[in-house]
């Protein structure tokens, strides 16, 4: 059962649709989209309307299964070669929309693999094989996120205080979240922890989303600016820093919404653990070490404009707004899996990216 208020990401069948939160309105507004465009589907994840790695993997897979039921139902494709050159059209478009998180191309492979898997069925037996994979990705990422909550909370004791940065949330998977499933296992089983929440400049996911999902839930958090980061550490308010994460490449180095790796500093600087919780599927043995990583970079009116009544920034300055950056794995003290909590050496080469 969800336990929030609120559906991330969902397949409406009747209307055949892709429905979602929008995040951008959060928490002011509480909005769901229906979408069933490709066009619709890559804005949405492309303006963060939906984001966080595990929810735009599934987002994807719905959107792509949604966009090849309307191809079916609108006008019958000749033959499997015409339907092919829709899928793979769509899946080109939809993977397009974000460079840095694995899951993304995760979950379209895996509806790729299905695909062809089914090339000599009739059109509809495809369509409902798409539609049962999007549907799994879905339920998984929930008993991943479970999992990676009970092996999470194996690491807390009541009274513990948290950092956290940006959204690892429900609002990020498709329930419990990465980062944050650890929180929600512990608020179930009665343990108190005080989280501290970074507001994650520029989009402010933390402010926005973190607090609002974790103060809608119970917990008690406090939200910070991320240059408080280092005070709260030092008045000794911090147990152990708890955050997510958008790809793992085969040494362990993680990226993750910008900011991280800062934090990774100041916590080895102050002795605190350091935990990335990620499923397997953000690994991305693919890319030997961090510096493979492409990171995505975004507009400079995020960082000029965006929250403000009037610009703050001197029109036509330069600005650099990288969405994210790579924690080095030595900063990592253990990866917290839905196959249990991995300490270092890490080395995910032999792990396959496609299972
Ligand atoms: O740009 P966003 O909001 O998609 O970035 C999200 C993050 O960096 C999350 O920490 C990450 O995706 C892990 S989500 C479980």
Same mark, same amino acid.
Request: hydrophobic share 35%; proline share 9%.
């Given at each position: 059962m969800n336990p929030h208020p609120f559906e991330t990401v969902a397949l409406r069948d009747d209307p055949c649709a892709l429905v979602i939160i929008?995040?951008?309105?959060l928490p002011l507004e509480t909005k769901y989209l229906t979408l069933t465009t490709a066009d619709e589907i890559r804005e949405a994840i492309k303006s963060l309307r939906v984001r966080g790695a595990p929810a735009i993997g599934i987002a994807a897979a719905i959107g792509l299964y949604v966009r090849m039921y309307h191809a079916l139902h609108k006008k019958k494709p000749e033959n499997f070669a015409e339907f092919e050159r829709i899928f793979t059209e769509t899946k080109n478009y939809l993977s397009?929309?974000?460079?840095?998180?694995v899951n993304l191309n995760w979950a379209l492979e895996k509806m790729s693999g299905v695909f062809y898997q089914n090339r000599n069925e009739p059109a509809d037996k495809i369509l409902s094989a798409l539609r049962d994979t999007a549907v799994r990705i879905k339920e998984e990422d929930a008993r991943v996120c479970r999992s990676i909550g009970e092996y999470g909370a194996e690491l807390l004791k009541p009274g513990m205080g948290i950092l956290t940065h940006c959204n690892a949330g429900a609002l990020a998977t498709s329930? !419990?979240?990465?980062?944050?499933a650890p929180v929600y296992v512990c608020k179930e089983r009665g343990v108190p922890l005080r989280v501290f929440a970074d507001e994650t400049r520029p989009l402010l996911q933390g402010a926005r989303l973190t607090a609002y999902e974790l103060y809608a839930a119970g917990v008690d958090v406090t939200l910070i600016c991320d240059n408080m980061a280092s005070s709260v550490m030092q008045k000794g308010w911090i147990d152990a820093v708890f955050v997510g994460c958008d790809r793992v490449a085969a040494n362990g180095d993680a990226a993750n919404k910008i900011g991280t790796s800062g934090v990774a500093v100041l916590a080895a600087a102050y002795g605190i653990p350091f935990y990335v919780c990620a499923p397997f599927s953000t690994i991305d043995p693919e890319t030997p070490d961090g510096g493979g990583i492409v990171i995505e970079e975004r507009d400079s009116s995020e960082v000029t404009? +965006?929250? !403000?009544?009037?610009?703050?920034?001197?029109?036509g300055v330069k600005v650099y707004n990288p969405a994210f950056d790579v924690t080095p794995? +030595? !900063?990592?003290?253990a990866f917290v899996t839905e196959r249990g909590i991995l300490y270092p050496p890490y080395d995910f080469r032999g792990y396959t990216f496609r299972e």
């Open positions: 929008d995040q951008t309105l397009s929309s974000r460079p840095t998180a329930m !419990y979240g990465t980062a944050l404009d +965006k929250w !403000y009544a009037n610009p703050v920034a001197p029109r794995a +030595k !900063y990592i003290s």
